[in-house]
């Protein structure tokens, strides 16, 4: 973006991808304006907090126009926290519609941390506690950053306390559905990097696409993995997305069913051993990333993690509504 100069904390602004809209709520600048599409923001993180006010009900899906321009007139932000690439890579944006609604409007900072794996991201990628160091300055919120830091700080050694040794967790397969029959998913790399693979890595766990040349999907690669790949690969616990918020039996009729009834998936040890687990959201901020580690964490390792809390609901309610 250059360099981008802010009068104060944006009272008005939008994300559109979770994971700026989870940093600057965490920070008590309040809820975004508009979002992706709901059915990709962990809603249900926030709602967890007790006393904390958050309704998606006042949140503007974006994607259900194509981004139309024109919301962002309606939306009126001070700030768009959104890298720009995505809005013309995504969504067919040119330069000089980022220019307009930057001149008229409010500027653009943000950048796509996802992932680590599109060619067309040739600068910088932060983790997902360097952004949010960030995102605390626009909105002169250091105290709530610090807090979040240590919160955080006191799960990863919870979690290195209770991790089984490394040859008792299980090699795990990262996918996203591809297409509607069940059995064909888009591979992704547990060591990517990128911000929504956090949880799976600070787990410890094994990515069964580490000592082969298949790739992480991007938006330019959307290579998929059939039946008989899934069963070369054969990993021990299969992690599928897109199931955010999704129910038990759903998830199961949907993801697990299709897996145990097809002549070949029925046969990889994820599926005999029942770990086939829902993975939850694409992207994260620091909010959702304490909720996704604590169910994954109870998902892999339930003997270690039945007990535990990685999300401290309490605190987290009490630092974004600024009782620090």
């Known amino acids: 973006m250059g360099e981008v100069e802010f009068e104060g904390p944006p009272e008005r602004w939008t994300a559109l991808l979770p994971t700026f809209a989870d940093m600057a709520f965490a920070l008590g600048g309040g809820q975004t304006l508009g979002i992706q599409n709901h059915d990709r923001y962990a809603n249900e993180a926030f709602d967890a907090l007790p006393g904390v006010k958050h309704n998606q009900d006042d949140i503007v899906d974006l994607v259900s126009t194509d981004v139309d321009k024109e919301l962002f007139y309606d939306m009126n932000a001070d700030v768009h926290f959104i890298d720009p690439n995505i809005l013309k890579l995504w969504y067919g944006w040119d330069q000089s519609d980022i220019e307009e609604i930057a001149n008229n409007l409010g500027p653009f900072f943000g950048s796509f941390i996802r992932r680590h794996s599109d060619d067309w991201h040739d600068y910088r990628y932060y983790s997902l506690y360097e952004a949010f160091e960030l995102m605390a300055e626009v909105f002169q919120a250091q105290d709530r950053y610090q807090a979040f830091v240590e919160l955080h700080e006191q799960m990863l050694e919870t979690i290195e306390e209770r991790l089984p040794p490394a040859d008792q967790r299980p090699t795990a397969l990262l996918v996203y559905p591809a297409g509607r029959s069940g ?142």
């Open 183 to 324: 059995t064909s998913f888009h591979p992704f790399r547990i060591d990517d990097g990128g911000v929504s693979t956090k949880q799976w890595r600070d787990l410890g766990l094994s990515g069964a696409l580490a000592e082969t040349d298949i790739g992480h999907y991007s938006y330019s690669d959307d290579g998929t993995l059939g039946p008989e790949a899934l069963l070369e690969i054969d990993p021990e616990a299969l992690l599928v997305r897109n199931y955010g918020g999704a129910s038990e039996s759903k998830f199961r009729e949907e993801v697990v069913e299709p897996l145990e009834d097809h002549s070949v998936t029925s046969n990889i040890r994820a599926v005999q051993n029942d770990a086939v687990y829902n993975a939850g959201y694409l992207d994260q901020g620091p909010i959702i990333n304490f909720y996704h580690t604590e169910l994954a964490a109870k998902d892999i390792y339930p003997n270690a993690f039945e007990d535990a809390t990685l999300f401290d609901r309490e605190r987290v309610a009490q630092i974004v509504s600024g009782d620090l």
